[in-house]
């Protein structure tokens, strides 16, 4: 990846005229170079989304003035914002039971250099995947979660996740529900994998229910977490086709590559700050 110096601002409001000219005008102001700019407009929630991102080299606005100088125009536009250093790696958690192929493939993606994030732990409620995340050099901690002591051992997580300093979690085949305190404090912030294309088999066993139903195309969907089960925002889906000659074993194996590159797609997009969720639904700017 080509090393940028540059900061993104994602934002969201009501929808009105003269906006784009707004923040264009006001990123000017300050001689900014404009790398990239996209917006979206949904009319049917009257609503204004944008990530515009520009190069720093030039900037006459010393970021740490960012918030004072550009918080009178979020409050007469009613702005819901945020902005983001492509000096900053965040610093990613992984989450994994004892299927390793989505978290093999974040590692891999990581090491070379695709997605550019800090990996900063693994937790799993199994110890299946102690070695090869330690071979990556990447702290791996067992969290023995059930149903008799998810509260206590949440709290463990927890106290994990702080101590490392995590900006976003992944889960990457994590077996586990997650409480709703526990996605309470991370809100847009958890990036889960399911196994079928959703709305379709939410919930457990879905490439044994999808071969139940004969249905022509399984897939994979990757979303933010929310207190309801497989009920977050979309980020990402894809699908393959099956015939009525596949089993359920073939179905898991064809179902174990869409898993890996919709998640990596959706891990991505969100290291690069191309994400807005709102409504339940998300903008993925180009």
């Given at each position: 990846?080509?090393?940028?110096?540059?900061?993104?601002?994602?934002?969201?409001?009501?929808?009105?005229?003269?906006?784009?000219?707004?923040?264009?005008?006001?990123?000017?102001?300050?001689?900014?170079?404009?790398?990239?700019?996209?917006?979206?407009?949904?009319?049917?929630?009257?609503?204004?989304?944008?990530?515009?991102?520009?190069?720093?080299?030039?900037?006459?606005?010393?970021?740490?003035?960012?918030?004072?100088?550009?918080?009178?125009?979020?409050?007469?536009?009613?702005?819901?914002?945020?902005v983001t250093l492509s000096s900053k790696k965040p610093r990613m958690a992984l989450f994994v039971s004892k299927y390793e192929h989505c978290l093999v493939d974040l590692m891999h993606r990581w090491r070379i250099g695709e997605l550019n994030c800090d990996i900063a732990l693994v937790i799993s409620n199994h110890e299946d995947c102690r070695r090869l995340v330690e071979f990556n050099g990447i702290p791996f901690h067992v969290v023995p979660v059930t149903?008799?002591?998810?509260?206590?051992?949440?709290?463990?997580?927890?106290?994990?996740?702080?101590?490392?300093?995590?900006?976003?979690?992944?889960?990457?085949?994590?077996?586990?529900?997650?409480?709703?305190?526990?996605?309470?404090?991370?809100?847009?912030?958890?990036?889960?994998?399911?196994?079928?294309?959703?709305?379709?088999?939410?919930?457990?066993?879905?490439?044994?229910?999808?071969?139940?139903?004969?249905?022509?195309?399984?897939?994979?969907?990757?979303?933010?977490?929310?207190?309801?089960?497989?009920?977050?925002?979309?980020?990402?889906?894809?699908?393959?086709?099956?015939?009525?000659?596949?089993?359920?074993?073939?179905?898991?194996?064809?179902?174990?590559?869409?898993?890996?590159?919709?998640?990596?797609?959706?891990?991505?997009?969100?290291?690069?700050?191309?994400?807005?969720?709102?409504?339940?639904?998300?903008?993925?700017?180009?």
């Amino acid at each position: 990846m080509s090393e940028r110096n540059s900061a993104t601002l994602l934002i969201s409001c009501p929808d009105r005229k003269g906006l784009v000219a707004t923040i264009a005008n006001f990123l000017m102001a300050y001689n900014a170079n404009i790398l990239h700019a996209d917006q979206h407009q949904d009319s049917s929630e009257n609503l204004f989304l944008m990530r515009v991102e520009w190069d720093l080299s030039g900037f006459t606005l010393p970021m740490e003035n960012f918030a004072a100088a550009f918080q009178p125009i979020a409050d007469e536009n009613q702005m819901t914002w945020r902005v983001t250093l492509s000096s900053k790696k965040p610093r990613m958690a992984l989450f994994v039971s004892k299927y390793e192929h989505c978290l093999v493939d974040l590692m891999h993606r990581w090491r070379i250099g695709e997605l550019n994030c800090d990996i900063a732990l693994v937790i799993s409620n199994h110890e299946d995947c102690r070695r090869l995340v330690e071979f990556n050099g990447i702290p791996f901690h067992v969290v023995p979660v059930t149903r008799d002591n998810k509260a206590e051992m949440e709290a463990r997580q927890w106290a994990l996740l702080e101590e490392a300093q995590v900006d976003f979690i992944v889960l990457a085949r994590y077996m586990q529900v997650l409480s709703p305190s526990f996605v309470e404090r991370y809100p847009s912030r958890v990036i889960n994998i399911h196994h079928s294309f959703l709305p379709a088999f939410d919930g457990a066993k879905p490439y044994h229910r999808a071969f139940a139903r004969g249905v022509k195309l399984i897939g994979a969907t990757s979303h933010y977490v929310t207190e309801v089960l497989d009920d977050g925002p979309i980020i990402e889906q894809e699908v393959t086709r099956i015939s009525h000659r596949d089993d359920v074993e073939d179905l898991v194996q064809k179902g174990r590559d869409l898993e890996k590159v919709v998640l990596s797609r959706a891990v991505r997009w969100h290291i690069e700050n191309r994400i807005l969720a709102y409504a339940n639904k998300t903008v993925i700017f180009d």
